[in-house]
Nanobody, 126 residues
Framework: QVHLVESGGGSVQAGGSLRLSCAAS????????MAWFRQFPGKGREGVAR???????TYADSAKGRFTISRDNAKNILYLDMNSLKPEDTAMYYC????????????????????WGQGTQVTVSS
């Protein structure tokens, strides 16, 4: 079982940067594969980036070259550094953790992840 709490969202102008953080409660955090998802109003959640227990990462096309996912296993924190933000990045961002799927996979499908945070809002203005 793992409890996730996101922080770091806010409002920024286009071209700006934000760092999202996700604090995890599980002392076995290092054993989970982790990801960031986002959800637009009226839409389902879409995967943004994933990082496995070996720190291998996967990015959605929309995030490649602009976003970086990382993890600090000593502090039980997941990060998402977002640069060159665009108005179309405006969404609710969720942290997710998984243990029962593929530990070294690249899937960014919602069912792959069993634990979710409450979300943090990111708003990018033009």
């Amino acid at each position: 079982q793992v409890h996730l709490v996101e922080s770091g969202g806010g409002s920024v102008q286009a071209g700006g940067s934000l760092r999202l953080s996700c604090a995890a409660s599980a002392y076995t955090f290092r054993n989970y594969y982790m990801a960031w998802f986002r959800q637009f109003p009226g839409k389902g959640r879409e995967g943004v980036a994933r990082i496995n227990r070996d720190s291998a990462s996967t990015y959605a096309d929309s995030a490649k070259g602009r976003f970086t996912i990382s993890r600090d296993n000593a502090k039980n924190i997941l990060y998402l550094d977002m640069n060159s933000l665009k108005p179309e990045d405006t969404a609710m961002y969720y942290c997710a953790a998984g243990y029962d799927g593929s530990w070294f996979g690249s899937s960014l499908d919602v069912p792959e992840f069993g634990y979710w945070g409450q979300g943090t809002q990111v708003t990018v203005s033009s």
